[in-house]
């Protein structure tokens, strides 16, 4: 069989050895960002453990719900390219794994990423007493958090690896009778994840600004994930088609892939702008204030990241030959990756530090701009990304060759 036919992905013995380099970089990273955080309990540090550890898993997770979304709407030019999102999902389990790590360390109390988790904010004799968050202890109580977490990991968990095992399953059996297993599977995933992706976000991410709320949070959030997990997955059919691999994806496949990426970009754009709209119209103290810290300390990171992940898609992928040239794809890719990673740091770090970071080696340092331990943590989680994927895409054929509409995917055409 030719090279640009085969159904096996060989990993390249150069992914490897770079995956394994940029985890090494990462731990390397890691270690030395613990001793130059000068935090109390070391917050950066956690705040950026738990960045890294979200950015990637929520990546995954992405390609879960956009795998799960195509089965239950039975699209059919999507069955080209089911592979990469199967294998995107396998991060599930090590994703989760650093968020329950962080999430447990803060609940013994070592860090104070989540003011919530310290009981004395709810006790009314103590100095630390909180009322408006005492007033959310019902949602906030550790076994109801932990129960919450439980079933999160527990249904994404499950759910991806039996989509697997039907996947291979259906390589073998063909007919039809799986993909209706998929069909009625997928919609019943798809409720759970209308409920889940919201009140993760709730949990993870905006009780770290405990006092504030929003009821915009978990869309806007979800659709960052949801842009970089498009983003990824393009990528990654550029480089298995510069490698050979992937002979049937054509043009039109990629240029669906890439009108995605530019369609949620742009509702990741609407979010952005409207609740920080709303929040600023309205000028209601307890909710202006996760605006406010953002903009006394924050101020070029808040509009550079809307700036980058609204202007760029906007101006470079609404042609219809941008999003079939596949350098315009990649670049533009690598930019918007980039920017949504900055937007998930300018969602977790001013919550934590509130723009006072002492940090690195020695005394008299002070500074709030990214540097090399967030860009060494950055590089670590991308190569262990790359290669749980990489690794993923070697245990099956890259196409689906007895999906029901597989001969319909291979004759795409826009």
Not at 83 to 93: D, G, L, N, S
Not at 297 to 307: E, I, K, L, P, R
Not at 314 to 333: H, I
């Amino acid at each position: 069989m030719a090279h640009d036919n085969k159904l096996q992905f060989e990993l390249p013995a150069n992914v490897k050895k770079w995956s394994m380099i940029l985890m090494g970089v990462g731990i390397l990273a890691t270690v030395l960002g613990w001793f130059a955080d000068k935090t109390d309990h070391h917050t950066y540090w956690w705040g950026n453990l738990l960045i890294n550890g979200f950015f990637f898993f929520a990546i995954a997770l992405g390609a879960l719900f956009f795998y799960a979304l195509q089965y239950a709407a039975e699209v059919a030019w999507s069955a080209m390219v089911k592979r990469i999102f199967e294998a995107m999902f396998a991060y599930i389990p090590y994703g989760l794994g650093v968020i329950v790590f962080v999430l447990l360390v803060g609940q013994f109390h070592g860090h104070h990423l989540y003011h919530w988790m310290d009981s004395a904010v709810y006790d009314p004799t103590s100095p630390e007493y909180d009322e408006l968050i005492a007033n959310k202890r019902p949602y906030l109580s550790a076994w109801f958090f932990w129960l919450r977490v439980l079933v999160y990991a527990a249904v994404f968990i499950i759910f991806a690896r039996k989509f697997r095992q039907w996947s291979i399953q259906e390589d073998t059996v063909g007919g039809t009778e799986i993909h209706y297993r998929f069909y009625r599977r997928s919609a019943v995933f798809l409720v759970f994840f209308a409920v889940f992706s919201s009140t993760l976000s709730w949990d993870w991410l905006m009780s770290i600004d405990t006092h504030w709320f929003s009821t915009m949070y978990g869309w806007y959030i979800f659709s960052g994930m949801w842009v970089t997990t498009m983003i990824f997955a393009t990528l990654t059919v550029i480089w298995l088609k510069g490698k050979g691999y992937l002979a049937q994806v054509n043009d039109s496949h990629v240029h669906d892939m890439g009108k995605w990426v530019f369609a949620v970009s742009m509702l990741w754009s609407y979010l952005w702008f409207c609740q920080y709209m709303l929040i600023w119209y309205s000028n209601i103290p307890e909710e202006v204030t996760y605006f406010q810290t953002r903009y006394e300390h924050y101020m070029y990171g808040m509009w550079g990241v809307f700036a980058v992940n609204f202007a760029v898609p906007f101006y470079v992928l609404m042609a219809r030959d941008a999003k079939r040239n596949f350098k315009y794809l990649t670049r533009v890719g690598v930019i918007i990756f980039l920017g949504h990673f900055a937007d998930l740091y300018m969602a977790v770090i001013p919550g934590t530090v509130h723009g006072h970071l002492e940090w690195g080696f020695g005394e008299g340092h002070h500074t709030t701009f990214v540097g090399w331990f967030e860009i060494g943590m950055f590089l670590g989680f991308l190569g262990l990304f790359v290669f749980v994927v990489s690794r993923a895409l070697t245990k099956a054929n890259l196409l689906p060759i007895k999906h029901p509409f597989f001969q319909e995917s291979e004759n795409h055409s826009i």
